[in-house]
């Protein structure tokens, strides 16, 4: 039975957001934010990020994805911890999560679920669209959804980090309150994003490694029926 397309985007909305996170400063203009939403110490660094991402012709990476859940009427936390796979080069993206892989050529998505052997086959995200944090939305989604401020400078795995936040400027539209980044202050570069939900619930995902110019053709976004033999396809597309 096809997975349906509510449940499906509901599954990977995090990961978008760390799409989200990865891509946007390499392509926004931080000087167009409000001033009364400008950190400025928070604004430097990211302007540093933004001009080394700049720099990547392509990102491939390894992650964690925990995902954090009060337990019922308990103080106790339960946590689940899954590993993903994230190629990226402009606008097209490979991911790979929780028995899926996404892949998506800026024009069409397709979905691939193991499970049942099934591709779904969208559009690809909106790039204009801003109610819901997708991989393409992130070229403007920074510069008119969130505020931002510079948290604190910690130490994470004997590495000097900055930790900035995050926070959605129309939150009653948002699952979501809070975007945590972890930044790397010698590389540039995001370690670890942290999702924390108004449910209580929090995700996040951190980077194992982080490969950057690799050569990626752009055959390797686009889904091969001929690769997954008994394949189904489900064409969710708008006619």
Not at 12 to 26: E, G, K, Q, Y
Not at 90 to 105: A, P, R, V
């Amino acid at each position: 039975m096809a997975t349906s397309k509510f449940n499906l985007a509901n599954n990977m909305r995090n990961l978008f957001s760390f799409l989200t996170a990865l891509l946007f400063i390499s392509t926004t203009s931080f000087a167009q934010q409000p001033k009364e939403v400008i950190d400025a110490k928070a604004k430097a660094i990211l302007d540093e990020v933004a001009k080394q991402t700049k720099t990547y012709t392509s990102i491939k990476t390894e992650f964690t994805n925990s995902t954090e859940k009060q337990v019922t009427n308990v103080e106790s936390k339960v946590t689940e911890t899954q590993s993903g796979t994230l190629e990226l080069k402009g606008s097209k993206y490979k991911l790979g999560f929780k028995g899926q892989t996404i892949f998506c050529d800026s024009k069409t998505q397709w979905t691939y679920i193991k499970e049942s052997n099934e591709v779904q086959v969208n559009n690809a995200p909106d790039p204009k669209a801003t109610d819901n944090i997708n991989p393409v939305n992130i070229f403007t989604l920074y510069e008119k959804g969130y505020k931002y401020k510079y948290e604190k400078e910690d130490v994470v795995g004997g590495a000097k980090v900055d930790v900035i936040n995050l926070y959605p400027l129309d939150p009653d539209k948002k699952a979501y309150h809070t975007i945590r980044l972890t930044i790397d202050k010698t590389k540039k570069q995001i370690i670890a994003v942290k999702i924390m939900n108004k449910n209580g619930t929090s995700n996040t995902i951190t980077v194992k490694n982080f490969v950057t110019n690799s050569d990626m053709p752009d055959a390797m976004f686009t889904f091969n029926k001929e690769d997954y033999k008994g394949v189904e396809v489900v064409d969710l597309r708008d006619n």
